[in-house]
């Protein structure tokens, strides 16, 4: 199953939605599903600016590897762009199902 997560807030983070959906997705990805999650940057350079793999594994204690993907969000757009951003790219990854404990993306028109 292809599964599309949604993260809240940036990565890494200490706050507990971010140990909460990292530690959600691995445990998914353990399962064998193809799970990607999708998370936010308000870095000027999506690519150049995130977190590796490696870093964020040592931060949050991860052992099974999933891909992230970083999307722009604008705090100035209180992050509205973001969630749009998200749930369309879900759609064209055809995801399966589509993760999230955030309110605005539930909020969006599917």
């Not at 706050?15 to 998914?28: C, F, L, P, T």
């Not at 931060?59 to 705090?75: I, N």
Request: with cysteine.
């Amino acid at each position: 199953m292809r599964i599309a997560a949604i993260a809240p807030s940036e990565l890494p983070s200490r706050r507990a939605n971010s140990i909460q959906v990292m530690k959600m997705v691995q445990a998914v990805a353990a399962l064998g599903h193809e799970v990607r999650l999708l998370a936010p940057t308000s870095k000027a350079s999506v690519k150049t600016q995130t977190p590796g793999w490696d870093g964020l594994a040592h931060h949050y204690g991860l052992k099974t590897r999933f891909q992230v993907e970083w999307l722009p969000a604008h705090p100035q757009w209180r992050r509205y762009d973001y969630g749009y951003a998200a749930v369309n790219w879900a759609r064209s990854w055809d995801a399966d199902v589509l993760y999230t404990d955030c309110l605005r993306q539930r909020l969006l028109p599917a």
